[in-house]
């Protein structure tokens, strides 16, 4: 694939490019200030986290549910800020002792800091936010907050606060649960994932050079789900892509309709759920589509049916290698985008923050 659009994207890729460096700061930042110690002495008598979000904080808050139930052994769930808003007796519907944690890149997203607002105020709920800024009105809603600068972003798309935030959640859960040993292998992830972007760049630059696709599918389980969702939403903000996202078996149960050469169906592969998964990506390919597969290990029934595959080879415990997964998706989005035309640092229709006033469009922040 040539470099026509070179240039374009820039920000969205030296952000993607920069993630294990980042992860490094973020939590040495943590550590060194005691923020996650404090909040676990705060938050100490919660027995279910709800996490809340918009967009790809939504799809954060659904793998970070999952990591903290696994995590800490107590109940977790993840929830859209608007169905806070509009339904909240079915989120909080036989809830007691609920800590929710209230996830923006921005500090600024309103249904977000409505939501704040009404857990703290209305249900009378001690809340937690997490954002990449500073001075943001997130901070003034909430309880107490952690704040990754480091984190922080030029682009409109979410791709290093993704993974930071993500990292940052694991690492409080580990710490309110006083596994010391989670926690160490989450230090090393930064080291462990230092090689991977550049060269993964390098490869699907190539792959999505040399094929067409006309539909996205992406799948995973348990914590790889809010992933799969996130990966699906990257391809579509910065090339305009049509993608889905599915737990891995349910997308036998009709969606597999789809399957023809030009689609292309990635599967994030754990390992606790693998053997039934790759009977689905067996399926897959024997349907006709073409597939990349994302693994820690990659055996040989992997090797035989995907056309594309990353494997991590990271020695720490899957939940700990979360954040890495979700790279190839960004990189994908990046690298259909410039093949498509399209500018990842500009993508249409979007702003970096929806911010919404009664009565007023949303508001574009300045990238």
Known sequence: ?????????????????SQPQCWAKC?????????????????AAGAEWLFVGCGSSYYL????????????????????????????????AGS???????????????????AAEYLEGKCELR???????????????VSAIIR?????????????????MLLALEALAATMAGKQDFLQALRQMPGLAEPLPASLHA????????????????????????????????????SCS??????ALEFRHGPKAILAPEVLVTFLISESGQQPELDVLEEVKQLGATTLVVANKAGERVRANADFVVELGFDVPEYARLSAYILPGQLLGIATALKKGFNPDQPRNLSRVVVLEPGEKPQHAAI
């Open 148 to 164: 990754l600068p480091a984190a922080d972003e030029q682009s409109t798309v979410m791709t290093r606060s993704f993974s930071s």
């Open 96 to 114: 007691s002792d609920v800590v929710p944690v209230l996830i923006s890149r921005s500090g600024r997203t309103t249904e977000v800091l409505r």
């Open 27 to 43: 939590l040495a930042e943590l550590q060194g200030s005691g923020e996650l110690e404090a909040i676990r002495k705060r938050f």
């Open 1 to 17: 694939m040539t470099h026509n659009n070179i240039g374009q994207g820039g920000h969205t890729l030296a952000e993607t490019l």
């Open 203 to 238: 490869r699907i630059l190539e792959f999505v050079g040399t094929n067409h696709f006309a539909d996205y599918v992406y799948l995973g389980q348990g914590p790889f789900y809010g992933l799969a969702c996130e990966a699906a939403l990257k391809i579509t903000e910065m």
């Open 242 to 247: 049509y993608a889905q996202a599915f737990h």
């Open 61 to 92: 808050a659904q793998s970070a549910a999952a990591a903290w139930a696994v995590i800490t052994g107590l109940r977790a769930k993840a929830v859209a800020a608007s169905e806070v808003l509009l339904f909240p007796e079915t989120v909080l």
């Open 127 to 141: 809340t937690l936010g997490i954002t990449c800024s500073s001075g943001q009105p997130l901070e003034h809603a």
